[in-house]
């Protein structure tokens, strides 16, 4: 069965202090990478899509990163509105469809001021 | 700024009552999702559509859950009759390409 573990659960962070979250997955034959943002009371924003071991994508203080087993979304010098829970996602390893996605169960940050 | 919209956005319904949930997928899009979120299984697929047709429904209870979509601006998902262990957030999604699913606001349900 397809596994998608985020870690740590849950990080604080001080407002300028750069850390990465981690989203390992187990699945065979990826055919891409999803990360999204979830802020509380809204729906995923999507922010990322990685394809292939190496691949690097950026948006703002965001940077994603993808090797053969892990992704990391690097933080730099977050700010308090980074404050969000993040998730993965993978597509199952089932058929030809992208479509069905297997979400990790997030990683809830918190910016302090 | 196109977006997907759901509604109601709260549901507070008692147990073995009907629920019809609703969406409006971005204008365009040809995929639809539903999801379900909880705190404890976290975001979970149910069914999904391409051009109106439902591809997969096999992360429904059939027995009680079902999902259509009546036209291309609307997709309902409908719960009868509603338990208590289907309190959860229900998200929709659209989409043209498998990666990127744009997601509505969420209809958050309570049964009682």
């Known amino acids: 069965e397809d596994q998608v573990t985020q870690s740590p659960e849950a990080l604080r962070l001080q407002e300028g202090e750069s850390s990465s979250l981690n989203c390992s997955y187990t699945?065979?034959?990826?055919?891409?990478l999803f990360w999204y943002r979830q802020d509380p009371g809204k729906g995923p924003e999507f922010l990322f899509t990685?394809?292939?071991a190496g691949e690097e994508k950026e948006k703002e203080r965001l940077k994603a990163t993808l090797t053969k087993k892990e992704s990391f979304l690097h933080i730099t010098a977050p700010k308090p509105e980074d404050s969000a829970t993040y998730l993965c996602?993978?597509?199952?390893?089932?058929?030809?469809?992208?479509?069905?996605?297997?979400f990790g169960k997030g990683t809830l940050l918190t910016v302090n001021p | 700024d196109a977006r997907v919209t759901q509604t109601p956005r709260d549901k507070v319904t008692e147990m073995g009552q009907e629920v019809t949930m609703r969406c409006q997928p971005i204008l365009g899009h040809n995929t639809v999702f539903w999801y379900r979120q909880t705190m404890m299984q976290g975001l979970e697929l149910l069914a999904y559509?391409?051009?109106?047709?439902?591809?997969?429904d096999s992360g429904m209870p059939k027995d009680r859950f079902s999902a259509e979509m009546p036209d291309a601006t609307l997709a309902t998902l409908k719960i009868q009759p509603s338990e208590p262990r289907d309190s959860a957030v229900y998200f929709c999604?659209?989409?043209?390409?498998?990666?990127?699913?744009?997601f509505g606001p969420g209809t958050r349900l309570t049964v009682l």
């Open positions: 559509f391409r051009n109106r047709a439902p591809l997969d």
């Open positions: 699945v065979s034959g990826l055919r891409g």
């Open positions: 990685l394809y292939s």
């Open positions: 996602a993978v597509p199952e390893n089932s058929g030809g469809s992208n479509y069905k996605l297997t």
């Open positions: 999604a659209s989409g043209l390409q498998a990666d990127t699913q744009y």
